[in-house]
């Protein structure tokens, strides 16, 4: 069955594939899988028929058969269960992949998207000078440990991984701050993410939704 998910009509990233659906994309490419996409507005994410699916209102959504996901997350980790490829078949290497995923999520992400709302939302406030440099540093703080547990290899924890294609689908929200050029490995393993086929053909995607939009 070809599972559907949702993604925005119009892209509040303007084509730079940081939109939440883009892992679930991306997760979907790797293993081969072929997916709809339905589109939403804004005003219909709100709406009860969207929210039946997505209690809090947001994208992306993951419809197949009976089974309705939300969260990128978990719906990755839903894609890399049901399908080779992105979890490893050693138990204990499939362990790490899935606590990678965790790091992703839950300790590397918070402190960027922190410094995203500074710098876009609260750049014009007073306070906002002696703020940002903390927010930075906070990011610094988990980009050093990760780039100190990377070290010279290509992936996280052996091969490629759903541990890996969600750590850089985080980290790419840096490439336009400077902070990731301090830590070349880290920069590098974007790199080797972003030229995986499957993340290509998952880019493409999204950024064709965006080029429509924009020129409807």
Same mark, same amino acid.
């Given at each position: 069955m070809t599972p559907t998910i949702t993604a925005f009509q119009r892209s509040p990233d303007r084509g730079r594939g940081l939109a939440r659906d883009m892992p679930v994309r991306w997760a979907l490419e790797e293993v081969g899988q072929a997916y709809d996409v339905r589109l939403v507005s804004f005003s219909a994410m709100k709406e009860p028929a969207h929210r039946a699916l997505h209690p809090f209102g947001q994208i992306p959504t993951?419809?197949?058969?009976? $089974?309705?996901?939300?969260?990128?997350?978990?719906?990755?980790?839903?894609?890399?269960?049901?399908?080779?490829?992105?979890?490893?078949?050693?138990?204990?290497?499939?362990?790490?992949?899935?606590?990678?995923?965790?790091?992703?999520?839950?300790?590397?992400?918070?402190?960027?998207?922190?410094?995203?709302?500074?710098?876009?939302?609260?750049?014009?406030?007073?306070?906002?000078?002696?703020?940002?440099?903390?927010?930075?540093?906070?990011?610094?703080?988990?980009?050093?440990?990760?780039?100190?547990? $990377?070290?010279?290899?290509?992936? $996280?924890?052996?091969?490629?991984?759903?541990?890996?294609?969600?750590?850089?689908?985080?980290?790419?929200?840096?490439?336009?701050?400077?902070?990731?050029?301090?830590?070349?490995? $880290?920069?590098?393993?974007?790199?080797?993410?972003?030229?995986?086929?499957?993340?290509?053909?998952?880019?493409?995607?999204?950024?064709?939704?965006?080029?429509?939009?924009?020129?409807?």
């Open positions: 993951y419809e197949e058969g009976d $089974l309705a996901l939300f969260e990128s997350g978990a719906i990755v980790f839903h894609i890399a269960e049901r399908h080779a490829g992105l979890l490893p078949d050693d138990a204990n290497a499939r362990a790490r992949a899935i606590t990678w995923m965790f790091a992703a999520l839950s300790t590397v992400e918070p402190p960027i998207l922190e410094l995203a709302t500074a710098r876009l939302l609260e750049g014009d406030k007073p306070w906002s000078k002696e703020r940002l440099p903390l927010v930075e540093d906070r990011v610094r703080d988990q980009l050093k440990q990760l780039s100190v547990r $990377l070290g010279d290899d290509d992936w $996280l924890d052996g091969g490629f991984s759903a541990g890996d294609l969600m750590m850089v689908s985080v980290l790419r929200r840096l490439n336009r701050s400077g902070l990731l050029d301090e830590y070349p490995n $880290l920069s590098a393993y974007v790199a080797r993410g972003e030229a995986r086929p499957a993340f290509k053909r998952a880019f493409d995607a999204q950024l064709a939704v965006f080029t429509a939009a924009s020129t409807g």
